[in-house]
């Protein structure tokens, strides 16, 4: 392929949110016409004060939640109406907000449990590979997962989405409960991820940590977006701290 293509194709929207109307009851919608897009093989990350529809941006894109107009393209089909499962086997991976392991079981049973959608076959050798990647883990394989720290744990719920080999990786609020140091060790994960292809929407509420690892940056307020700007851009503003910070978007 002729190098010249290369501009193109990294600047791809992977993620397209069309006008997308969506909430819990018809009576009440969070999301009011969102528009906007995420790149391949960057970070793209949402935030904006609470209940400003950050989460419910990831649960819409995973087919938890149908959008009840608009539409949403994952690399430029509609996928409005999919199931989370289906999803899933298209490529996308959703790490929710919070503690979502079988706590009783090992991380290695864990892992067997992401993949089980996985022919016998692959399973194996993919959770060898995400051993390979989180040696940690790899330490405590047989240990029971309610026995690892914060920062173990997300990176088993992060490692076992990864199982799948997905082109998009959702995150909600990944350094909530963690150490600053081992949030850091967390993002750098993720960068590693981005930087190696996997496309990354992420919501946190630590905006600042956040922004220094994305690309793309969202403000949302009240379902739509407030700005859309080069997080690196945002990162210097030196009205961040009043924008962001000190509670609502201006
Ligand atoms: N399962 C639910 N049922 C009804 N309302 C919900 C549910 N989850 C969230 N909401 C409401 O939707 C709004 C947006 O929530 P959410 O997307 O979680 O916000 P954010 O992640 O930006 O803090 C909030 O007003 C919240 O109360
Ligand atoms: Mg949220």
Request: zero cysteines; a positive charge.
């Amino acid at each position: 392929m002729p190098a010249y293509w290369m501009p193109i194709l990294v600047t791809e929207s992977l993620i397209q949110f069309d006008r997308v109307v969506a909430g819990y009851s018809p009576a009440l919608m969070i999301l009011n016409a969102l528009t906007f897009n995420a790149r391949v093989g960057e970070i793209t990350l949402l935030i904006g004060p609470n209940g400003a529809g950050k989460s419910t941006v990831l649960k819409t894109l995973f087919g938890i939640i149908t959008p009840r107009t608009g539409t949403v393209r994952f690399a430029g089909e509609v996928i409005n109406g999919k199931t989370p499962r289906a999803l899933l086997a298209e490529g996308i991976a959703f790490v929710p907000q919070g503690r979502n392991l079988f706590p009783a079981l090992s991380v290695f049973h864990n892992l067997e449990l992401g993949g089980i959608t996985l022919p016998r076959a692959l399973l194996k050798p993919r959770i060898e590979e995400v051993l390979d990647r989180f040696p940690r883990l790899r330490e405590r394989a047989g240990n029971q997962a309610s026995t690892l720290s914060g920062g173990e744990q997300k990176q088993l719920e992060i490692g076992r989405a990864l199982l799948l080999r997905p082109k998009v990786l959702l995150i909600d609020e990944p350094s909530i409960g963690l150490s600053p140091k081992i949030a850091a060790d967390v993002f750098q994960m993720l960068r590693g991820l981005a930087d190696a292809g996997t496309t990354v929407l992420m919501v946190e509420q630590n905006v600042r940590s956040g922004l220094k690892i994305s690309d793309r940056a969202i403000a949302l307020e009240m379902g739509k977006v407030a700005v859309d700007r080069p997080a690196v851009e945002l990162l210097h503003d030196p009205n961040l701290n009043r924008l962001f910070l000190g509670g609502a978007v201006a």
